[in-house]
């Protein structure tokens, strides 16, 4: 029996027996402490899709959501054994635990008041079970970190020392299929991390192994923190600046836990929410927004992939849908697509051949970090890229069910006065290619008027349903929801009688 079939046979014998799982947390780790905890989780979603981001939690979780009166906020109970699925939800952008709210929080009179309170406040807040959240929180982020060293030393490990099935060392020259090998091999046979592979295999993050827990408490020494406070200010009432309000209420939080402030290399953020008469403390449970996990190779207009998991929810994919971006730009919308919908087609097009390179590479990275999370090869993704013209599709008439696309605004690429020419042809060759009756689309632009005017001249194709108001970098734009008529598309034809390109 080769090594790796007896560490497979491993495996399986410890999932049987997974009723009685020989990986638990002792009593003295943050699991045990903080088993049946309640938090609420504060989350940042793009302005505009609030509603969107309240219904994936409610189905993703099964926890009701509060829409937050400051745009771009919601709010949520749960579990701590959840926090690793809040982690996942596609249209958030940070998360942090709540630890206070003040619905309608009076302000003394002068700045010197209300700055001295601020300051009084920390003292006076329960921190106990919002940290003991962000302490789990922590592991799970440091297990995570762990485990990708591990993958990649691993990895790199196996391919001097030989192994693998010599068959895919050979394919290896192409450059891809033994580092996927690697993964699988590593996910059934690196024993020393073995515990903490099968936690993994069997999607229970909070349930870290017992290594992980002890190797926790032996490194537990006296160590002082250090924070900062960011605060978030709305309202125009105030007669205090967001600085001051986080310069005396961080002295507050120093005085109170000894801590020691750090404005960049922080282990704790505290978050001060200030929207009018409401205040909303919180600690972050994000470093950076969890709208760069897809993309990789970034263009000059990237999408959010947040704000493209909320457009492509619009429109509602069904299985075996074909989803079309015609202007892809990196790929940020079908790359978000075919990681949530794998159950529809992808096609990314963009004219500009620098933008399907960055897509295609885009697409490449995605497929290897799925590859390597699964532990096998992979038939790969629903996606294609492809190079076209926007106005001549290579696709037959009637054969796409939703189109989805970020169009041109007109600042950093194309221009203002083009679109005025551009939007028409768009909307017309759309419309030709787009299914009649069922088909979809749902359009992001700045250019609201000259979309406007274009949609005015297109209304026996196309039917506007809903408007979403966004904000995009400071931009004010709105996102089209459109409905293909029955109307079947008949080419525009020219006084001589021949078709035009679209």
Not at 151 to 179: C, L, P, V, Y
Not at 240 to 246: L, T
Not at 307 to 331: E, F, H, K, N, S
Request: charged share 25%; hydrophobic share 35%.
């Amino acid at each position: 029996m080769s090594d790796v079939q007896e560490a497979t046979n491993q495996l399986l014998d410890v999932n049987l027996h997974g009723n009685q799982r020989s990986i638990q947390v002792t009593e003295s780790g943050p699991r045990s402490e903080s088993e049946h905890l309640q938090v609420t989780i504060g989350a940042t979603v793009p302005t505009g899709f609030e509603q969107t981001a309240a219904d994936e939690v409610r189905e993703k979780l099964g926890s009701s959501c509060k829409i937050s009166k400051d745009r771009g906020k919601i709010y949520f109970d749960i579990s701590v054994e959840s926090l690793a699925q809040v982690h996942c939800l596609r249209s958030v952008d940070n998360l942090f635990v709540v630890v206070k709210e003040f619905k309608d929080y009076q302000f003394k009179e002068t700045k010197e008041e209300v700055l001295k309170d601020f300051e009084a406040l920390a003292g006076k807040l329960p921190w106990s079970e919002p940290l003991k959240v962000w302490n789990v929180n922590t592991s799970f982020k440091k297990k995570k970190t762990k485990r990708k060293k591990i993958n990649q030393n691993s990895s790199k490990e196996k391919i001097d020392n030989g192994q693998g099935d010599k068959a895919e060392e050979r394919d290896d020259k192409k450059g891809f299929t033994n580092k996927t090998l690697d993964s699988r091999i590593l996910d059934y046979y690196e024993n020393p991390a073995i515990k903490e592979e099968i936690s993994t295999l069997v999607e229970d993050d909070l349930a870290s192994c017992k290594d992980e827990t002890d190797e926790g408490s032996k490194e537990e020494t006296p160590e002082v923190l250090k924070f900062r406070v960011t605060c978030n200010r709305a309202g125009e009432k105030h007669c205090f600046s967001s600085n001051e309000a986080a310069r005396d209420f961080g002295g507050g939080v120093q005085d109170y836990f000894k801590w020691k402030a750090d404005m960049t290399n922080f282990d704790v953020e505290v978050l001060l929410n200030i929207h009018d008469n409401e205040i909303v403390v919180g600690i972050a449970l994000t470093e950076e927004s969890l709208h760069r996990r897809n993309i990789t190779h970034f263009g000059p207009t990237t999408l959010r992939s947040t704000l493209a998991y909320g457009m492509l929810r619009l429109c509602a994919p069904q299985p075996t849908d074909i989803i079309v971006d015609p202007m892809c730009g990196t790929g940020a919308i079908p790359i978000e697509g075919a990681t949530e919908w794998s159950n529809c087609y992808h096609i990314a097009g963009d004219n500009n051949p620098l933008a399907v390179n960055r897509a295609a590479n885009n697409i490449s990275s995605l497929l290897t970090k799925s590859q390597i999370k699964e532990g096998k090869v992979s038939w790969g993704l629903p996606i294609d890229a492809v190079q076209w013209d926007i106005c001549n599709l290579p696709l037959r008439t009637g054969s796409v069910d939703i189109i989805v696309t970020d169009m041109p605004f007109g600042k950093r690429m194309g221009s203002k006065k083009r679109n005025w020419n551009l939007y028409p042809a768009c909307l017309r060759e759309m419309s030709r290619v787009c299914r009649p009756g069922t088909g979809r689309a749902v359009l992001l632009t700045q250019d609201k008027k000259c979309f406007t005017k274009a949609l005015s001249g297109m209304g026996h194709v196309w039917r506007k349903v809903h408007t979403v108001w966004v904000n995009i970098g400071g931009l004010h734009a709105a996102v089209y929801l459109l409905k293909r008529t029955p109307q079947a598309f008949v080419h525009p034809v020219e006084q001589h009688g021949e078709r035009t390109p679209w």
